[in-house]
Every structure is written in C-alpha cells, then in structure tokens.
C-alpha cells in the first residue's frame, strides 16, 4: 500500500470516528432536554425547578422508577406526566 494511501485511509478512519462522536454527545443532551420540557408544559411556570433536571438526569442514566418518583414526589407533577417525560430521557 502507497503512504499517501495509507495516510488518506488513517485520516477518513480518525474524521468519521470523532464525527460519530460529535453527532451522539448532543443527542444525550436533547433526551435531557426532552424530559424537561414535558414537564415544564404542564408546570406552566417558566423553567423548571432544580428537581426536574435531576430527575431528568437520573431518567437518562436508565432508572426510570427513580425519575418518576423524583417528579412526583418533588413538587407535584402528575404521574402521567412524569411517566411521559422519564420515558424521553433515556
């Protein structure tokens, strides 16, 4: 195989692997995100309280039991409601 050959075929492998990176980081973000916001339509009260981030957190971290008993317990979100959003995390 021809250096330039090799070397072309080095850097296309690095590029699509951090690429691949890049383009998964934001979609954790977006789940999170996603969590919140379905709270914060029916809390209808601006951003959400502290508890709904964690809760969204602990949602996408894969305990879903524990996201929905962090917003129902912490400040009244219906159960529907936190069912919804926790499913959204992950």
Do not use: W
């Not at 998964?24 to 916001?37: L, Q, R, S, Y």
């Amino acid at each position: 195989m021809r250096t330039s050959t090799h070397v072309a075929g080095v850097l296309t492998g690095l590029a699509l692997a951090l690429g691949g990176t890049a383009l998964t980081a934001p979609a954790a973000h977006a789940d999170v995100t996603a969590c919140i916001n379905q709270v914060e339509r029916e809390l209808r009260g601006g951003e959400a309280p502290s508890y709904v981030r964690t809760a969204c957190f602990t949602g996408q971290s894969g305990d879903h039991e524990g996201c929905v008993t962090t917003l129902t317990k912490g400040g009244g979100v219906t159960n529907g409601t936190a069912v919804t959003a926790c499913k959204v995390a992950p």
